[in-house]
């Protein structure tokens, strides 16, 4: 029983850092994406100065 509990705590942990290395991904893509995007629209509007 005990064994088992464990085993389940440390599949859990393991699940959770699966989850937080996927977000933390696609966090990064989403920076980058929206960091390129702003950089080349930035670039294509007239300057006002």
């Known amino acids: 029983m005990l064994g088992a509990h464990s085993e389940h ?5 393991a699940r959770r850092s699966n989850y937080k290395k996927a977000v933390s991904t696609t966090l990064y893509c989403f ?3 929206s960091a390129w995007f702003l950089s080349v629209h930035v670039r294509h509007l007239p300057s006002k100065n």
């Open 9 to 13: 705590l440390s599949l859990t942990a």
């Open 31 to 33: 920076l980058l994406t």
